[in-house]
């Protein structure tokens, strides 16, 4: 409950977009529709997806575009209100526009909620981190802030894939 995960490809269940959001809630017996009901708008609107299907919340999820998919796994993760949400390369999948829409929700969703991304696209890590560490073959090898870690790494290695000699 304290930690919301948001995988590489969406994975919204075979359910409607109000019952994939609700569904960790229900998990905790929470069946209180008016709690529900606050709770997936809530989340909806913390995943920018709260336009989008506010008057189809009871349409099957798996007809949402994929980034709409990602986003509503987004929402299913928040609903928990985490500590913490682990995106496990949430963009890989994307398009560009939805790939835009997810970095945009994680710059404003830090505020509230502590963000763990792993991903590949160094690019993206820089538009979007506050700190990042860099790992090779299962070892921490830099941690620091991004600025720093990107500008002048302490590590060869770390400067190695920054520039792209591996990786």
């Known amino acids: 409950r304290r930690v919301g995960m948001v995988f590489q490809r969406p994975n919204p269940f075979p359910k409607s977009i109000y019952e994939n959001v609700v569904y960790g809630l229900r998990l905790q017996g929470i069946n209180d529709r008016r709690q529900l009901d606050e709770a997936v708008e809530r ?7 709260w336009e989008e299907v506010k008057d189809r919340l009871h ?27 682990l995106l496990d390369e949430p963009t890989s999948a994307l398009d560009p526009q939805s790939t835009a829409k997810i970095e945009e929700l994680c710059l404003e969703l830090k ?11 160094i690019a993206q890590a820089g538009r979007i981190s506050d700190y990042t560490a860099f ?3 299962g ?3 830099e941690y620091g802030a991004t600025e720093k870690v990107f500008t002048v790494p302490k590590d060869k290695r770390t400067e190695s894939y920054l520039t792209g000699v591996f990786g």
């Open 43 to 49: 989340s909806l609107r913390g995943a920018a997806l």
């Open 59 to 85: 349409s099957p999820a798996l007809a949402l575009s994929g980034g709409q998919q990602q986003r509503l796994c987004l929402a299913r993760a928040l609903a928990n209100k985490p500590e913490v949400i």
């Open 111 to 121: 505020n509230n909620v502590c963000i763990l991304i792993v991903t590949h696209n």
């Open 135 to 137: 790992m090779y073959l």
């Open 139 to 141: 070892e921490l090898i």
